[in-house]
C-alpha cells in the first residue's frame, strides 16, 4: 500500500449514522491539514441493510478512494463478512463484540455501551469517531470538540460515550497510525455541492427538480440555500413540468437549471428539443447511475454518455461537457451556464453518481467561475429569431413595449409559425450556424484535461473516472499520459490529432464502451482495448492498475 | 382594436368559436390596461391545437410550448418573474388529456395564472378523434364505434384540484366571456375559464345556442360551487367558484422577485466563501 495514503473504512446497518461516520473521518483528517477522498455506499432503503464509508486521505492530493483500509469499523456481522477481505497489509478491523467473536479483529462492546444511553445505537456513528481518533492518536479534546460540533443532538452523552470507547481501543491500539500534517485545512463537498456553487456563482435565478438519485442532493442544497441567494428552487410533479417549468423561466430572463439522472431525462427529452427549437438557454445536469430503467439508483455507471449526446428528436445544437473532479465541476458549471446562454440552446452537464456524491477536500479559486451573459438587442424593431453573421439572435425579456415570441413550431424571424419551405431552411441554417462559433470559442479554450507521461501507451477516459485513473497510475508509479475531454459535443478533436496513430487505451464505466465509440467515430483514434467496470461500483485504485497492466 | 393582430393569417375555418374567444381576449386587453394591467407586462402561451394558433394571431408577448406542455411554461414564466400577467391558452385535448397533470398542480399551487380553456369537445387539429370533454359514444377515427368514456366535468374538477377561480364562457356570448376574462386576470391565483367554442366541422352553433343558460347568482361557498357545477348542465355559464389563498409564488418567496432581485456575482461569491468555511 502506498504509504503516504490512510484509509478508514466504516460499515453497518442504513441509519447507524455510517456515512456520518464518514464525513467527521474526513473533517477530521482535513483539520490535521490533509487531503481526503470519501465514497459512500449505500443500498435503495432507509434503514437496514448494509452501507459503508470509505475516507481515504493523503498529505499529497488524492483523488480516489481505496478499498484495503488501515482501519476497519464494523459495527454489525453483515459489515464484518462483507469487509474482511478489505483490510490493508498491516491494518486492523475493529468489531461490535457484542454481536459476535471474531480471530484477528479487536472486538470493541459498542452495544452494550451505547445502551447506557438514550440514544443507544444510533450512537454507532460517534463511536467509530472516537475508534479512529484514538489509532491515530488525535487527542481526545480535538475529538470532543468535532463530536460537540458534527453531532448536535445529545452533545453530553455522545462525549461521554465517545471517552469511554476512545479508552477501551487506546491500551491495544492507541496512536497505532501516526499520520503526517498536511500543509493546511481545506474545505470539503460532494460534486453535487460544487455543481451548485458553481451555477449560483455563474448565476442561476431558478432551478427546477424531481427527486433521483444521484441528483436530489443538488435540489436539497438548493433549496436550503434558496432564500440566502435569491433563488427559486421547486420541486415539480414530474420531470416534464421541471424542463417545461425551466424553459417558461429562461423566456423572461432567468438563468435556469435542471437536474436529474437517466430515467428522469429520458422524460425530459421533449422539453430538450422544446429549448432547441426556440433557442432556450438551459442547462440540464445529468448524474448518471447504473440502467437501463430503473437500474440500480445508488450507485455509478457511465452508460448514458450516447443518451446525452443525441437525445431530442430533430436536428439542433446540443452542449455537453463532463466535470472529472470536484473543482471542475465547479468551474464548469458556471461555464455550461455561460455557454447555454452566449449560444441559447440547451446543454447538458454529464456526471455521475461517483462525483455528485464523492466528496473531497477542494482548493477553489471562486473568481475563476464564469459569468452567464447573453447578446441583447440594442433598441429598434425587435424579431427574436434575427438572422445575424454568427446565427444568435439578441435577447430581450418581457416585460417590455416590444412583442417577444418564441415558438415551438418552425417559425420566422418575428417568431410566427411557418411552414414555409424557404424559411423552414433559413431557419435550419440560422442554427446551425452556431455549431461554428461554438468551436470557435472553444478552441480559444481548455477544452481537454491532459497529463503527459513517457509511456507510450495513452489513457483515455472521461468524467470522474479519470480520478480513478490518475490514482491508479500515482499507486502504481506508472507513467502514461491521460487524455480527458472535458467536452463531449463538440468533442474538441482539434485537440486530439495528436493521438490519432498511437496507442491508446480507453477507461470508462460502459459495458459496450460508449466513450470508446465517441473517440473512434468522431476523432478516428485507434483504440487498442478497453477497461471497462460496469457493476455499479467505481473503479479501486489498486485493481484498476493492475488490468492496466494486464492489458499492456 | 386591429393593433393587437399580428401579419400571421387567419387559418381557423370560417364560423370557428375560436374567433369569438379572440374577439373576446382583444376585447380585454384595453379594459384590463385601465385598470392599471399595463399590456408590456402580459406574457401568453399556447399549446398545440386549435386553440394555440391564437399565438400567432395575438400581438402579444409569449411562449408558444409544446402539446400539454404549457401551463408548466407558464409556471415557469409566473415563479421567474411574478410581475408578468400570464394568459395561458389550451384546448381540452392539450390541458385535460396530455398536460392533465400539469394543469392540475398549476391549480393546486394556486399559480397566479389565467388559464383560457377552448373546450370544443373533439380533436379538431388531428380530424376529429374524441376529446376529454367529448360525450361517450362520439364517433371520431380513433373511436369508430363510438368512445367508451364518460367526459371530465372541467368545473368541479378544477374546484377540487384548488383553482381559486373557476368560471365558464361561451365563444357566442362576447359581452359576457370578454367579462369573465377581465375578472380572471384581475383574481389573484388560479384563474380557471372553460369557454365552449364550436369546431364547425364537428359541432354546429345552434347546438349551444339552443341550450346555454347562466347561473342566477354566483355561490358563496365551496360546497354551493361543487353543488353547482355537479348538478347544472354543461351549457351553464357563470363563475361557479371564487375564493382567496396564498398564490404559489409568494409561498415560495414572500416578495422577492428572481430576476429583478437578483444579487451580484460578488454578493454570491461572498456568500459561497461564508458557506466553504463552514465545509
Known amino acids: ?552 | 382594436m386591429e393593433d393587437l393582430k399580428t401579419y400571421a393569417d387567419i387559418t381557423w375555418c370560417p364560423g370557428c368559436g375560436n374567433f369569438g374567444i379572440f374577439t373576446a381576449v382583444r376585447n380585454a386587453i384595453p379594459l384590463l390596461e385601465e385598470k392599471g394591467i399595463k399590456r408590456n407586462n402580459i406574457v401568453i402561451t399556447a399549446g398545440i391545437g386549435c386553440h394555440a394558433k391564437i399565438f400567432d394571431y395575438l400581438n402579444l408577448s409569449g411562449f408558444y410550448g409544446l402539446h400539454g406542455r404549457n401551463s408548466s411554461n407558464s409556471e415557469g414564466i409566473k415563479i421567474a418573474n411574478p410581475d408578468l400577467k400570464v394568459i395561458n391558452f389550451s384546448g381540452d385535448a392539450n390541458g385535460l388529456a396530455e398536460g392533465l397533470a400539469h394543469t392540475m398542480f398549476a391549480a393546486k399551487r394556486n399559480q397566479d395564472i389565467t388559464f383560457i380553456l377552448h373546450n370544443n369537445s373533439v380533436y379538431a387539429l388531428t380530424t376529429g378523434q374524441f376529446s376529454p370533454l367529448a360525450e361517450k359514444g362520439w364517433k371520431g377515427p380513433s373511436t369508430p364505434r363510438g368512445s367508451y368514456e364518460k367526459p371530465f366535468n372541467p368545473m368541479s374538477l378544477m374546484i377540487e384540484a384548488g383553482a381559486t377561480f373557476v368560471a365558464r364562457g361561451f365563444a357566442g356570448d362576447i359581452k359576457h366571456l370578454t367579462d369573465i376574462i377581465i375578472q380572471g386576470v384581475e383574481h389573484e391565483g388560479f384563474s380557471f375559464i372553460e369557454v365552449l367554442q364550436p369546431a364547425v366541422p364537428y359541432h354546429k352553433w345552434v347546438e349551444y345556442r339552443e341550450r346555454v343558460e347562466y347561473l342566477e347568482k354566483e355561490p358563496e361557498t365551496h360546497f354551493e360551487a361543487i353543488k353547482a357545477a355537479k348538478e347544472k348542465h354543461k351549457f351553464t355559464l357563470g363563475i361557479f367558484f371564487r375564493t382567496h389563498r396564498p398564490v404559489y409564488h409568494k409561498e415560495l418567496y414572500g416578495d422577492h422577485n428572481p430576476i429583478t432581485k437578483r444579487l451580484s456575482k460578488e454578493t454570491r461569491l461572498e456568500k459561497i466563501r461564508k458557506i466553504l468555511e463552514s465545509k
Open chain 1, 1 to 552: 500500500m502506498d504509504s503516504d495514503v490512510f484509509t478508514f473504512l466504516v460499515g453497518g446497518k442504513a441509519g447507524e449514522g455510517v456515512k456520518k461516520a464518514g464525513s467527521v473521518a474526513a473533517h477530521i483528517f482535513s483539520s490535521m491539514g490533509r487531503y481526503v477522498f470519501q465514497m459512500d455506499d449505500y443500498m435503495s432503503l432507509i434503514r437496514g441493510g448494509h452501507n459503508f464509508s470509505v475516507v481515504s486521505t493523503s498529505p499529497r492530493w488524492i483523488s480516489s478512494h481505496y478499498l484495503k483500509a488501515n482501519l476497519v469499523v464494523n459495527f454489525d456481522k453483515r459489515s464484518c463478512e462483507t469487509h474482511m477481505n478489505d483490510i490493508a497489509e498491516n491494518g486492523i478491523m475493529i468489531f461490535n463484540s457484542d454481536e459476535q467473536e471474531l480471530e484477528n479483529a479487536i472486538g470493541i462492546p459498542l452495544t452494550s455501551e451505547a445502551e447506557k444511553y438514550p440514544m443507544k445505537n444510533l450512537m454507532f456513528g460517534v463511536g467509530a469517531v472516537a475508534i479512529l481518533s484514538a489509532t491515530i492518536g488525535f487527542e481526545k479534546d480535538k475529538m470532543n470538540q468535532i463530536i460537540r460540533s458534527e453531532y448536535p443532538r445529545g452533545i453530553e452523552d455522545n462525549i461521554s460515550f465517545a471517552n469511554t470507547i476512545y479508552d477501551i481501543v487506546s491500551p491495544d491500539c492507541g496512536a497505532k497510525f501516526l499520520l503526517e500534517k498536511g500543509d493546511k485545512k481545506r474545505p470539503i463537498i460532494t460534486g453535487n455541492e460544487a455543481i451548485s456553487l458553481g451555477a449560483i456563482a455563474g448565476g442561476l435565478n431558478v432551478y427546477y427538480g424531481y427527486p433521483m438519485t444521484p441528483a436530489s442532493s443538488i435540489l436539497h442544497f438548493l433549496a436550503k440555500e434558496a432564500e440566502n441567494f435569491g433563488l427559486a428552487v421547486v420541486h415539480a410533479e414530474s420531470e416534464i413540468a421541471v424542463i417545461n417549468m425551466a424553459i417558461g423561466s429562461a423566456f423572461t430572463g432567468a438563468k435556469s437549471m435542471v437536474g436529474t439522472s437517466g430515467g428522469g431525462f429520458a422524460l425530459m427529452t421533449e422539453g430538450y428539443s422544446l429549448a432547441g427549437i426556440t433557442e432556450t438557454p438551459l442547462l440540464i445536469i445529468l448524474s448518471q447511475r447504473p440502467g437501463p430503467a430503473t437500474g440500480v439508483p445508488t450507485y455509478t455507471e457511465q452508460a448514458d454518455l450516447s443518451f446525452s449526446l443525441t437525445a431530442g428528436h430533430g436536428d439542433f445544437l446540443r452542449i455537453v461537457a463532463s466535470p472529472a473532479t470536484v473543482e471542475e465541476a465547479y468551474y464548469l458549471t458556471a461555464e455550461m451556464l455561460n455557454l447555454v446562454w452566449r449560444f441559447q440552446t440547451p446543454g447538458i452537464l454529464l456526471t455521475e453518481k461517483h462525483l455528485s456524491e464523492s466528496s473531497m477536500t477542494i482548493d477553489i479559486d471562486l473568481e475563476k467561475a464564469k459569468w452567464a451573459d447573453q447578446k441583447m438587442h440594442n433598441g429598434g424593431d425587435y424579431k427574436r429569431y434575427l438572422d445575424t453573421a454568427d446565427g444568435v439572435s439578441p435577447m430581450l425579456f418581457p416585460p417590455s413595449k416590444e412583442i417577444i415570441k418564441w415558438n415551438s413550431y418552425e417559425h420566422d424571424e418575428f417568431g410566427i409559425t411557418t411552414e414555409n419551405a424557404e424559411m423552414i431552411s433559413f431557419m435550419h441554417d440560422k442554427r446551425n450556424k452556431k455549431l461554428e462559433i461554438l468551436v470557435e470559442y472553444l478552441k480559444a479554450h481548455h477544452t481537454v484535461n491532459i497529463t503527459r507521461g513517457d509511456n507510450p501507451t495513452n489513457i483515455f477516459t472521461y468524467g470522474s473516472t479519470y480520478m480513478s485513473v490518475l490514482e491508479a497510475l500515482k499507486y502504481s508509479k506508472m507513467n502514461h499520459t491521460i487524455i480527458q475531454p472535458i467536452y463531449l459535443n463538440p468533442l474538441p478533436i482539434w485537440e486530439l490529432k495528436e493521438f490519432k496513430d498511437q496507442e491508446n487505451i480507453v477507461i470508462e464505466q460502459s459495458i459496450t464502451g460508449q466513450f470508446a465509440t465517441l473517440l473512434k467515430e468522431k476523432a478516428g483514434l485507434k483504440i487498442k482495448t478497453i477497461i471497462n467496470q460496469y457493476n455499479g461500483r467505481p473503479f479501486d485504485p489498486i485493481e484498476l492498475s493492475n488490468k492496466i497492466k494486464e492489458v499492456l
